[in-house]
């Protein structure tokens, strides 16, 4: 309730509850439900690949220390591509 | 555009420079450079210290990796950047405490500019300029100039420190590994500027559309009468969506071109390139593996920049949008001056016209061959068929307009050569439409004489007729009018005004059709109430009231724009076809 206790100020202003708000502007979202659906995808999909970053370094940092570096290290620096690249992705079709 | 001064002006406001909307923000923004410093010392720091921790993270690998660990230059690695990033904090705290003032003083001060701009624009300015897209100007053109500091520049100064810090160190762990940071600064920036370029037409249409979906918001709510008595609402409606989805339209547009930006990709390329780059170094035995993992924590620091570039250019751009429209706004043509250095002196109250024409920007003359002279302390009703000119022909004495042709002079001084401000006080006008502001009855009264005294106040609502109706209200003078207060009734609006108006004592009194309203009961009052305010004053009233024309000293006849008859009720009804016809009117 703090977070929206100032709207009360008025009592002209506002006669419903924070549920009542929130369903009305959840029924703003419902015809682009399945728009949205796919942005949380795509925005899911960015965290997964942020978070694949480190990961990858870490791999690739027993790749060294170990004797198969190699072809592997080369299989790293296209991951981190590839890992890199996806969130500009999501960003753009959530901001169409 | 053009500069020209504005009708008033306080001298002791700052004025940024109006010549550019780069320059006049940068202007109002050097004001507070204490606070740029403060923004940029804490980017500076926040950046440096930022690239600490893959520094010291790949120190502490090669502590550790080694044959000994070396536990004591572990923990001594630990404390450092606990102690850097404890400092980082603050100073990333100052970055953004001085770009959030700076936004929030640089609001206020525009927004103080361009009002004091907008009281100083003439009648001919707000006639032609809408009202809501006015309002979108002054209320979130002014905010979008505000987020431009904050966030926009804060992040954008922030984050190009965030570039500089891998060039800077990269070559410390090996000189060829600046070639990923250089790549991807060169690339960003060519980027950049293609963006810029781009977003540019597309924020200015973004503040274009909001400016008029405004007002079309305005202009519907404020003949919401005429809407709703000619059950317009579905055309209206339609109208609205169409503004709306323009707005939406240009936002979208918007989003396309942000969401094209390139600087993701530059910086995979840039992070793959540059550990690929890295470990063939470390394989050909020129980098140690904590110089690997320190060079590519420098580059994850090219994230910020990239991610924030996404919305910080695009809010920098919006911010410039809005300052351009600002500063049309402020540096549109003002027919009138204030001329400070005109005549300053008490007024009698003489008015003469001399071949006076005048023309609204439309190009229709409204008025034309007008010679006319008013003795000091005369009343003068003017009468005249609606569009005749009567209201057009009192706006000039006081400069309401001005006339295209010919000359006004008042006390035989061209009222273009008197100080504006000496001619206006000494002038009162009431208006056919009444404006009272939601304030008490006390402070609308007192408007023109904000120091009046109680008594002075009252007396002034004794003289207008308005004493018994306000002490009727339970909170008195202190009654608010308006909005969360009380409705008064065309009469009371009326007779407020009047009271307003004896408050200041002017030497000239216009009154335009202002009795209109005031109930049968009350008229005779009233009139007693003007007529006594008449004396001493030279007065015009614009009225078909005959118990207000026959005690004039001129009845002036207005037709189309020229005066046909001037003289007093017996002889005009003798002379005059019009004035006759007037009357013949008013008595069906």
């Given at each position: 309730?703090?977070?929206?206790?100032?709207?009360?100020?008025?009592?002209?202003?506002?006669?419903?509850?924070?549920?009542?708000?929130?369903?009305?502007?959840?029924?703003?979202?419902?015809?682009?439900?399945?728009?949205?659906?796919?942005?949380?995808?795509?925005?899911?999909?960015?965290?997964?690949?942020?978070?694949?970053?480190?990961?990858?370094?870490?791999?690739?940092?027993?790749?060294?220390?170990?004797?198969?570096?190699?072809?592997?290290?080369?299989?790293?620096?296209?991951?981190?591509?590839?890992?890199?690249?996806?969130?500009?992705?999501?960003?753009?079709?959530?901001?169409? | 555009?053009?500069?020209?001064?504005?009708?008033?002006?306080?001298?002791?406001?700052?004025?940024?420079?109006?010549?550019?909307?780069?320059?006049?923000?940068?202007?109002?923004?050097?004001?507070?450079?204490?606070?740029?410093?403060?923004?940029?010392?804490?980017?500076?720091g926040n950046a440096g210290l930022a690239s600490v921790v893959p520094i010291y993270t790949g120190r502490a690998?090669?502590?550790?990796?080694?044959?000994?660990?070396?536990?004591?230059?572990?923990?001594?690695?630990?404390?450092?950047?606990?102690?850097?990033?404890?400092?980082?904090?603050?100073?990333?705290?100052?970055?953004?405490?001085?770009?959030?003032?700076?936004?929030?003083?640089?609001?206020?001060?525009?927004?103080?500019?361009?009002?004091?701009?907008?009281?100083?624009?003439?009648?001919?300015?707000?006639?032609?300029?809408?009202?809501?897209?006015?309002?979108?100007?002054?209320?979130?053109?002014?905010?979008?100039?505000?987020?431009?500091?904050?966030?926009?520049?804060?992040?954008?100064?922030?984050?190009?420190?965030?570039?500089?810090?891998?060039?800077?160190?990269?070559?410390?762990?090996?000189?060829?590994?600046?070639?990923?940071?250089?790549?991807?600064?060169?690339?960003?920036?060519?980027?950049?500027?293609?963006?810029?370029?781009?977003?540019?037409?597309?924020?200015?249409?973004?503040?274009?559309?909001?400016?008029?979906?405004?007002?079309?918001?305005?202009?519907?709510?404020?003949?919401?009468?005429?809407?709703?008595?000619?059950?317009?609402?579905?055309?209206?409606?339609?109208?609205?969506?169409?503004?709306?989805?323009?707005?939406?339209?240009?936002?979208?547009?918007?989003?396309?071109?942000?969401?094209?930006?390139?600087?993701?990709?530059?910086?995979?390329?840039?992070?793959?390139?540059?550990?690929?780059?890295?470990?063939?170094?470390?394989?050909?035995?020129?980098?140690?593996?904590?110089?690997?993992?320190?060079?590519?924590?420098l580059l994850l620091l090219l994230g910020f920049p990239t991610f924030i570039s996404l919305f910080a250019y695009?809010?920098?751009?919006?911010?410039?949008?809005?300052?351009?429209?600002?500063?049309?706004?402020?540096?549109?043509?003002?027919?009138?001056?204030?001329?400070?250095?005109?005549?300053?002196?008490?007024?009698?109250?003489?008015?003469?016209?001399?071949?006076?024409?005048?023309?609204?920007?439309?190009?229709?003359?409204?008025?034309?061959?007008?010679?006319?002279?008013?003795?000091?302390?005369?009343?003068?009703?003017?009468?005249?068929?609606?569009?005749?000119?009567?209201?057009?022909?009192?706006?000039?004495?006081?400069?309401?307009?001005?006339?295209?042709?010919?000359?006004?002079?008042?006390?035989?001084?061209?009222?273009?050569?008197?100080?504006?401000?000496?001619?206006?006080?000494?002038?009162?006008?009431?208006?056919?439409?009444?404006?009272?502001?939601?304030?008490?009855?006390?402070?609308?009264?007192?408007?023109?004489?904000?120091?009046?005294?109680?008594?002075?106040?009252?007396?002034?609502?004794?003289?207008?007729?308005?004493?018994?109706?306000?002490?009727?209200?339970?909170?008195?003078?202190?009654?608010?009018?308006?909005?969360?207060?009380?409705?008064?009734?065309?009469?009371?609006?009326?007779?407020?005004?009047?009271?307003?108006?004896?408050?200041?004592?002017?030497?000239?009194?216009?009154?335009?059709?202002?009795?209109?309203?005031?109930?049968?009961?009350?008229?005779?009052?009233?009139?007693?109430?003007?007529?006594?305010?008449?004396?001493?004053?030279?007065?015009?009233?614009?009225?078909?009231?005959?118990?207000?024309?026959?005690?004039?000293?001129?009845?002036?006849?207005?037709?189309?724009?020229?005066?046909?008859?001037?003289?007093?009720?017996?002889?005009?009804?003798?002379?005059?076809?019009?004035?006759?016809?007037?009357?013949?009117?008013?008595?069906?």
């Amino acid at each position: 309730m703090a977070f929206f206790s100032n709207l009360d100020i008025e009592s002209y202003d506002r006669n419903y509850s924070d549920r009542e708000l929130v369903r009305r502007i959840w029924e703003l979202f419902i015809p682009h439900k399945r728009r949205l659906f796919g942005i949380i995808v795509l925005l899911l999909s960015l965290s997964a690949s942020s978070a694949a970053i480190p990961l990858l370094v870490a791999r690739g940092l027993d790749l060294m220390s170990g004797e198969s570096g190699g072809s592997g290290i080369y299989l790293l620096s296209g991951a981190v591509l590839l890992a890199g690249s996806i969130p500009g992705l999501p960003i753009g079709l959530a901001a169409a | 555009m053009t500069t020209t001064s504005a009708e008033f002006t306080l001298p002791e406001y700052h004025q940024g420079d109006r010549r550019g909307p780069l320059r006049w923000i940068l202007s109002h923004a050097l004001r507070y450079w204490y606070l740029f410093a403060l923004l940029i010392l804490g980017a500076v720091g926040n950046a440096g210290l930022a690239s600490v921790v893959p520094i010291y993270t790949g120190r502490a690998l090669e502590a550790i990796s080694g044959a000994q660990p070396q536990l004591d230059a572990l923990l001594n690695i630990a404390w450092m950047i606990a102690i850097t990033q404890l400092i980082r904090s603050v100073l990333q705290f100052g970055r953004n405490f001085g770009a959030e003032l700076m936004a929030q003083n640089i609001e206020r001060d525009i927004r103080a500019e361009l009002y004091i701009s907008l009281l100083g624009k003439s009648m001919t300015f707000h006639n032609l300029q809408p009202v809501g897209d006015t309002m979108a100007r002054a209320t979130n053109d002014v905010r979008e100039v505000n987020f431009m500091f904050s966030p926009g520049i804060n992040l954008v100064v922030g984050s190009a420190n965030f570039i500089i810090m891998p060039l800077i160190f990269a070559p410390g762990y090996h000189p060829a590994l600046i070639a990923a940071p250089l790549f991807f600064t060169i690339t960003y920036f060519l980027a950049l500027g293609q963006y810029l370029h781009e977003l540019r037409p597309i924020t200015a249409g973004v503040r274009k559309a909001f400016g008029r979906l405004n007002t079309r918001l305005a202009e519907a709510l404020d003949g919401i009468e005429t809407v709703k008595g000619m059950a317009q609402e579905q055309q209206e409606i339609g109208l609205f969506q169409q503004y709306a989805s323009s707005f939406r339209d240009y936002f979208i547009h918007q989003g396309d071109v942000e969401a094209r930006f390139v600087p993701f990709l530059l910086m995979a390329i840039s992070q793959a390139g540059g550990l690929f780059h890295a470990i063939w170094l470390y394989q050909r035995g020129a980098l140690v593996l904590g110089d690997v993992v320190a060079y590519f924590g420098l580059l994850l620091l090219l994230g910020f920049p990239t991610f924030i570039s996404l919305f910080a250019y695009s809010q920098v751009s919006l911010g410039v949008a809005g300052a351009r429209r600002i500063l049309e706004l402020i540096n549109r043509e003002n027919d009138l001056d204030q001329n400070a250095e005109g005549a300053v002196a008490p007024l009698r109250g003489e008015v003469i016209f001399r071949e006076v024409a005048f023309a609204y920007e439309t190009g229709d003359t409204s008025l034309n061959g007008i010679n006319l002279r008013i003795q000091p302390g005369q009343t003068v009703a003017i009468v005249g068929q609606t569009g005749s000119g009567k209201t057009t022909l009192v706006k000039l004495i006081n400069r309401t307009y001005d006339a295209t042709a010919g000359q006004i002079l008042v006390d035989g001084v061209d009222v273009r050569d008197w100080n504006l401000e000496s001619l206006r006080q000494q002038i009162s006008i009431i208006e056919q439409d009444i404006f009272l502001f939601s304030r008490t009855i006390r402070e609308n009264i007192a408007f023109g004489k904000p120091d009046a005294s109680a008594a002075e106040i009252e007396t002034a609502a004794r003289t207008a007729q308005a004493h018994e109706f306000i002490t009727s209200f339970n909170e008195g003078y202190d009654t608010v009018i308006g909005e969360r207060g009380v409705t008064l009734s065309g009469g009371q609006r009326q007779r407020l005004a009047l009271a307003r108006a004896f408050l200041t004592n002017p030497h000239i009194l216009v009154l335009d059709d202002s009795t209109s309203a005031i109930d049968s009961a009350t008229e005779d009052h009233i009139q007693r109430a003007i007529y006594a305010a008449a004396q001493g004053r030279t007065t015009f009233i614009i009225t078909h009231r005959l118990s207000q024309i026959r005690w004039a000293d001129q009845i002036v006849v207005m037709r189309n724009g020229r005066i046909v008859a001037v003289g007093s009720h017996a002889e005009l009804m003798q002379t005059s076809e019009a004035y006759r016809r007037i009357f013949q009117e008013t008595d069906h």
